[in-house]
């Protein structure tokens, strides 16, 4: 297995395991990306389902990464997934913790340049 493919593989796993532990405790993961309203269960509805799509995006791409199919879609995907996350938390800033907007683009920012770091360098 190439280095880059085994830093794929790493990448995509920590990513299935974001979303199943968002889906598993919402609350506790996004207290300080959305604040007391994390608290609320009609905010853990959506938070579930994003750690849902979180979880099944990145294990289609591992199995892509496995089967050596094209893996690119997939990374594309979560780039698109990522920068969503970056730019609804800035439209929303006024309502949340004031490091939420810098937070957001840290780690969505920076998941979204390496999983596109990662793009350009799989050879599918």
Same mark, same amino acid.
């Not at 085994?6 to 395991?17: F, Q």
């Given at each position: 297995?190439?280095?880059? %493919?085994?830093?794929?593989? #790493?990448?995509?796993?920590?990513?299935?395991?974001? =979303?199943?532990?968002?889906? #598993?405790?919402?609350?506790?993961?996004?207290?300080?990306?959305l604040g007391e309203a994390a608290n609320d269960a009609p905010?853990?509805?959506?938070?579930? &389902?994003? *750690?849902? %799509?979180?979880?099944?995006?990145?294990? =289609?791409?591992?199995? +892509?990464?496995?089967? %050596?199919?094209?893996? %690119?879609?997939?990374?594309a995907a979560s780039i698109a997934g990522d920068l969503t996350?970056?730019?609804?938390? #800035? #439209? =929303?800033?006024?309502?949340?913790? +004031?490091?939420?907007?810098? +937070?957001?683009?840290?780690? &969505? *920012? =920076?998941?979204?340049?390496?999983?596109?770091?990662? +793009?350009?360098?799989v050879e599918n």
């Amino acid at each position: 297995m190439t280095v880059t %493919r085994a830093t794929a593989s #790493a990448v995509l796993v920590l990513r299935v395991s974001y =979303g199943v532990a968002l889906v #598993a405790a919402p609350r506790r993961l996004a207290l300080r990306w959305l604040g007391e309203a994390a608290n609320d269960a009609p905010v853990q509805v959506p938070l579930r &389902g994003l *750690g849902t %799509r979180e979880a099944a995006l990145h294990t =289609g791409a591992l199995l +892509a990464l496995r089967r %050596r199919a094209a893996l %690119r879609p997939w990374l594309a995907a979560s780039i698109a997934g990522d920068l969503t996350d970056v730019i609804a938390t #800035a #439209a =929303g800033r006024r309502r949340l913790p +004031a490091s939420s907007p810098l +937070a957001a683009l840290a780690v &969505g *920012g =920076g998941s979204a340049l390496v999983s596109l770091l990662l +793009a350009v360098k799989v050879e599918n």
